[in-house]
């Protein structure tokens, strides 16, 4: 399960120099990463640029561990289209590095960044159902999240669950997701006339975060390291 | 199936990026004057329980739930299309990668969502909610992983210049057994097929569950009437 509220604090609580880079230069670092692995030939300067992340994370106190656990679903898919090209470990390798190196930049990038200042960014140039939508979905995570912490506890206190079941289990199940989405509606719907009446029109009320400022060295010399280590290659 | 970045040769994701890029303009168009203060929040949640149920297990099969189909029913095509870009955005911002072929991995969720709202409404009504919502899934899921093998098979065709790399000034490949599209149409088909039945059997009893307690959701009219209320209306 994805903690995205354990992400939430690390990205609110944290005093890393990531944390005080701006938006802009941390989305042009993930940018940055991403050229280097579309572009890269070779799994070792790839390699290198992981090591590279990976050093830095360390060296500034972020949740490295997490982050490398959470860039490992993108290895998944990967490593069955790997498979599936039959070309040896060298490809299998660089095929891996690929789809995790990025994974890993956007998770640097997501603990060091609450998800607001990123959508005030993002809003910038979304179309405006996208950008409400967006934000409604974040919103309606932690919602879903709440309710599904005692989901699990009241399907067993009031018997719907039968180990051995599936039949039984399978219809209280979906009759649990049936009852959470209807509340999450609900609850989803005053929220969103909440805001309405006071002003919200699709945009984020924060200014500023999509500025450059002092401490964007480091998320654009990391960037820019890795993308240099893949082309020099 | 979440395409991850790097993977696939550019031409084929900036076309994922064009094709989106259309279908998401015509989906905008379609959504003009929507009744937002009604489908927003109700986009938001459904968005926001695809990416729960992705990330729950169903044991011991280790299948993750999708609910796009689900999604789709509910939401219509046009809207449910929205809700897939914003899954595939939240997956690329939660650390699950994908950020340059999200256009693909839109493509692939929104027909997810479309197919199984059109199957659903073109099954006939003599079949019980749960057995349209069902095989709508089953359909919806079974045309998609095809549409995921052809892409795969199309990306393969560019696997010499993926695979060779230079070293030394040298180029080597690595051809032992070359490219197998048969293989992973194997594992995509073989191990889905579990999966459809499981995501089929929990999408129609979710449907069927909300077409009894709140049957105005299926009824997914994107504009607001006058004076009137919606319960009820048009709710299969």
Known sequence: ?233 | MHIPDGILPVWLWLTGFVLMAWALAFALYRLRGMDRKKKIPLLGVLAASMLVAMNLEVLPLAYHLNLSVAAGILLGPALGFVAALLVNLMLALIGHGGITVMGLNTLLLGAEAALGHTLFFLLPKRLSVFWRAALATAGALFLVSLFLIAIVGTSHVDVDVFAGHEHGGETTEHKEGGTSLAAFAFMVLGLGALGWIIESAITGAVIRFLSQVRPDLLAHRLHAVAGCSTAGKDAP
């Open chain 1, 1 to 233: 399960m994805i903690d995205v509220a354990r992400i939430d604090q690390w990205a609110s609580d944290g005093d890393s120099p990531l944390h005080r880079a701006s938006v802009a230069a941390k989305l042009l670092f993930v940018g940055l990463v991403v050229c280097g692995a579309v572009i890269a030939r070779d799994p070792v300067p790839l390699a290198l640029g992981f090591g590279l992340l990976l050093a830095v994370a360390m060296t500034i106190g972020l949740p490295w561990r997490a982050i490398g656990f959470l860039s490992l679903y993108a290895a998944l898919f990967a490593l069955l289209y790997a498979v599936s090209l039959r070309r040896g470990a060298w490809v299998y390798a660089l095929v891996l590095l690929k789809s995790v190196t990025p994974a890993f930049a956007v998770g640097m990038l997501i603990v060091t960044t609450p998800y607001p200042r990123i959508f005030s960014v993002l809003s910038g140039f979304l179309p405006e159902i996208v950008a409400s939508g967006l934000f409604m979905t974040y919103r309606s995570f932690f919602i879903l999240l709440d309710m599904m912490d005692s989901f699990g506890t009241s399907i067993r206190l009031r018997g719907g669950f039968s180990p051995g079941n599936i039949i039984r289990n399978g219809t209280n199940i979906a009759k649990g997701i049936g009852a959470l989405l209807v509340r999450a509606v609900d609850r989803s719907s005053r929220l969103y006339a909440v805001m309405s009446v006071r002003g919200y029109n699709g945009s984020m009320a924060e200014h500023g975060a999509g500025a450059f400022t002092a401490q964007d060295w480091l998320p654009l010399g990391a960037g820019a390291a890795v993308l240099a280590v893949v082309l020099a290659w």
